[in-house]
């Protein structure tokens, strides 16, 4: 029964390591298509000589470089994050300790309450990544949808 809940927690933690990736893969195609988008509004700037226009751009571009500081926050590299773990740290030298004077026999409870912590604590870093991204999204589209018609207006 204990390995069947070990193996249920390791299922777990690896579908909580995908959604983690997953977060970050979606980041990095947004940084992209903001990497992408920076160029085309500088040289635009450039070429239309209109100051209403280029300040236009300006704040587009400072709310784009605000998604990309979120997006930076979001993709720097995480602590717990994975399946494997050094056994060293995952048990106290106590425990171990007493483990071994007493004969306790149900040592797997150490590491289902390991997997546990781990899975809560990468839950919670999800959730807390999944919010910035949503917020560096609607600024990004927001933006956008703003600059389009604003930009046709100053360019007809």
């Known amino acids: 029964a204990v390995e069947f809940i070990f193996l249920q927690g390791e299922k777990m933690l690896d579908e909580e390591c995908k959604v983690s990736n997953s ?62 773990k050094d056994p060293k740290t995952m048990v106290e030298l106590p425990v171990m300790r007493h483990y071994k004077e007493t004969g306790f026999r149900f040592y797997p409870y150490y590491f289902l309450t390991e997997i546990q912590m781990r899975i809560e604590e990468t839950e919670k870093d999800n959730v807390r990544r999944n919010k910035l991204f949503s917020i560096a999204l609607y600024i990004v589209v927001l933006s956008i949808c703003l ?5 046709l207006f100053f360019i007809y």
């Open 23 to 84: 977060t970050t893969n979606r980041c990095y195609a947004l940084a992209s298509i903001i990497v992408a988008v920076c160029p085309l509004l500088v040289s635009s700037a450039l070429s239309i000589h209109n100051n209403a226009y280029t300040i236009l751009v300006g704040l587009l571009f400072l709310l784009l470089m605000a998604a990309c500081w979120i997006l930076v926050s979001i993709m720097k590299p995480r602590y717990g994050y994975g399946i494997g």
């Open 147 to 151: 600059f389009v018609p604003s930009a």
